[in-house]
């Protein structure tokens, strides 16, 4: 059973461009959880996302970050316009059906460098 | 505002000694708590979830307390190895929230041979 998988690892760009960050959860999970980790600090809540639907976006930035989890496919977290604060390390969690409350199983993360 | 406090500085053992890590949270009291650990460069992986109405939980050469007085979490690694050199993450749930995890800054630990 393949643990959650996200991808790009790495990712550079430069500032205006936009960053895609993909994630596929573990097999037979439907819950997604977004998190971001800055240099010495904390992992901070963004998103939690169901397929089709997102149920808490309160940790997400109000402008140029979204984030879907679509029927078929990878949860996206898409950043617009990147700007240097953007950069930091973008993990993904997720955890089975009736899964709040149960353990959230994490990624390798992507980590996203704007220039 | 609620707020999770670990030890900032290493704790640094030998090989063979028990590692106790704490983990403080203050001004609201967690359904649960989740200790993770994290390699540098790698996402945080699952260690010991303990609840509220749990004292203590156990796995293998790991132990996990849960004092709800005092507001605090003890990690203890029994036997520790080189191999559990890493950081140690403390993770209560948020408020009244039964999903989003607050995440300490964690404590680095450093297992001497």
């Known amino acids: 059973n393949a643990g959650v998988m996200q991808n790009p690892r790495h990712l550079v760009r430069r500032r205006g461009q936009e960053a895609r960050l993909r994630c596929s959860p573990m097999k037979g999970h439907s819950h997604v959880y977004w998190y971001r980790q800055l240099p010495e600090e904390g992992l901070k809540f963004m998103v939690y996302l169901q397929k089709e639907n997102i149920i808490d976006e309160s940790g997400m930035p109000k402008e140029r970050f979204s984030a879907e989890f679509p029927k078929e496919g990878p949860s996206i977290l898409r950043i617009q316009q990147v700007v240097r604060g953007d950069s930091a390390a973008y993990f993904c969690?997720?955890?089975?059906?009736?899964?709040?409350?149960?353990?959230?199983?994490f990624g390798p993360g992507t980590r996203l460098l704007v220039l | 505002s609620q707020k999770i406090e670990q030890n900032s500085e290493a704790l640094n053992i030998q090989e063979g000694k028990t590692a106790t890590l704490t983990c403080n949270y203050t001004n609201y009291s967690p359904a649960y708590l989740q200790w993770y650990r994290q390699d540098p460069g790698r996402g945080p992986v699952f260690l010991l979830l303990i609840r509220e109405n749990e004292k203590e939980k156990r796995k293998e050469r790991l132990k996990v307390t849960f004092d709800t007085t005092l507001k605090q979490s003890l990690f203890h690694i029994t036997a520790s190895q080189p191999a559990d050199s890493a950081t140690y993450l403390c993770a209560p749930l948020e408020g009244d929230s039964s999903y989003k995890l607050i995440f300490g800054s964690g404590t680095r630990l450093l297992v001497r041979p």
């Open positions: 969690a997720s955890s089975p059906p009736g899964g709040e409350g149960e353990t959230q199983y």
